[in-house]
């Protein structure tokens, strides 16, 4: 379904008709999203209009009925369930990667409370993290997705939620300069957070409202 992007753009979609199943009526219709290589993402709008969809669609998940739906290189997405080994928390962020001692410490240095685990990187996580809390448990999964990011060399992050407890700009920050060409797309449901991203894409019930650059 997805194709190498040209023309500058991470992820392009004209006139995208899109569905879960082509049994069923499409979901996304005529949609039309130009996202420009290295600009950060939110993506907003009230409940139940088809927000998670759209994501979706960049992840190769739904099934194009017509139009053209490109996005550039590979995708990390984060969900809102954080998925972990029962490992330490050195062994999941690292995940079978090449080990990088300097990147890695760079990226535990986005967990701010890594020193009041028992064990600091070296804790076991236990089975679905159980021995971390819950923001530790997203801070923890955003630390996996970064090294894979770097040690993939990816051009695009899909993340679905924002970290508590940890800056959203020192969290953009950081994934700039970790990896270049990052893209980050943040799912939420208001315009709280969008002051910080540089491209915002509304979406409603009627479908992709706008999408603008911003230079908050």
Same mark, same amino acid.
């Given at each position: 379904?997805?194709? #190498?992007?040209?023309?500058?753009?991470?992820?392009?979609?004209? /006139?995208?008709?899109?569905? =879960?199943?082509?049994?069923?009526?499409?979901?996304? !219709?005529?949609? @039309?999203?130009?996202?420009?290589?290295?600009?950060?993402?939110?993506?907003?709008?009230?409940?139940?209009?088809?927000?998670?969809?759209?994501?979706?669609?960049?992840?190769?998940? !739904?099934?194009?009925?017509?139009?053209?739906?490109?996005?550039?290189?590979?995708?990390?997405?984060?969900? $809102?369930?954080?998925?972990?080994? /029962?490992? +330490?928390?050195?062994? /999941?962020?690292? #995940?079978?990667? +090449?080990? *990088?001692? &300097? #990147?890695?410490?760079? %990226?535990?240095?986005?967990? $701010?409370?890594?020193?009041?685990?028992?064990?600091?990187?070296? +804790?076991?996580?236990?089975?679905?993290?159980?021995?971390? &809390?819950?923001?530790?448990? $997203?801070?923890?999964? =955003?630390?996996?997705?970064?090294?894979?990011?770097?040690?993939?060399?990816?051009?695009?992050?899909?993340?679905?939620?924002?970290? @508590?407890?940890?800056?959203?700009?020192?969290?953009?920050?950081? *994934?700039?300069?970790?990896?270049? =060409?990052?893209? !980050?797309?943040?799912?939420? @449901? +208001?315009?709280?957070?969008? $002051?910080? *991203?540089?491209? %915002?894409?509304?979406?409603?019930?009627?479908?992709?409202?706008?999408?603008?650059? @911003?230079?908050?």
């Amino acid at each position: 379904m997805f194709l #190498f992007v040209k023309d500058g753009y991470a992820v392009l979609i004209e /006139n995208g008709t899109l569905t =879960w199943s082509l049994d069923e009526p499409p979901l996304l !219709m005529d949609l @039309h999203l130009r996202v420009p290589v290295g600009k950060l993402v939110a993506v907003v709008g009230q409940v139940g209009p088809g927000k998670f969809s759209l994501l979706s669609a960049f992840l190769g998940d !739904m099934e194009k009925v017509s139009g053209l739906v490109n996005v550039m290189g590979e995708v990390a997405y984060v969900p $809102q369930e954080a998925w972990f080994r /029962n490992a +330490t928390v050195k062994d /999941n962020v690292i #995940f079978g990667k +090449t080990y *990088n001692d &300097s #990147f890695y410490k760079a %990226i535990l240095s986005l967990v $701010q409370d890594l020193p009041i685990l028992p064990a600091s990187d070296m +804790t076991e996580t236990g089975e679905k993290g159980i021995h971390l &809390s819950g923001g530790q448990k $997203q801070r923890v999964e =955003w630390s996996v997705y970064l090294y894979f990011l770097k040690s993939m060399s990816l051009s695009l992050s899909l993340v679905t939620i924002l970290l @508590h407890g940890i800056s959203l700009a020192l969290i953009i920050n950081s *994934n700039i300069a970790l990896s270049k =060409w990052a893209e !980050m797309a943040s799912l939420n @449901h +208001t315009m709280d957070t969008s $002051q910080r *991203n540089s491209y %915002i894409a509304a979406y409603s019930a009627l479908g992709l409202s706008y999408g603008e650059l @911003h230079e908050g």
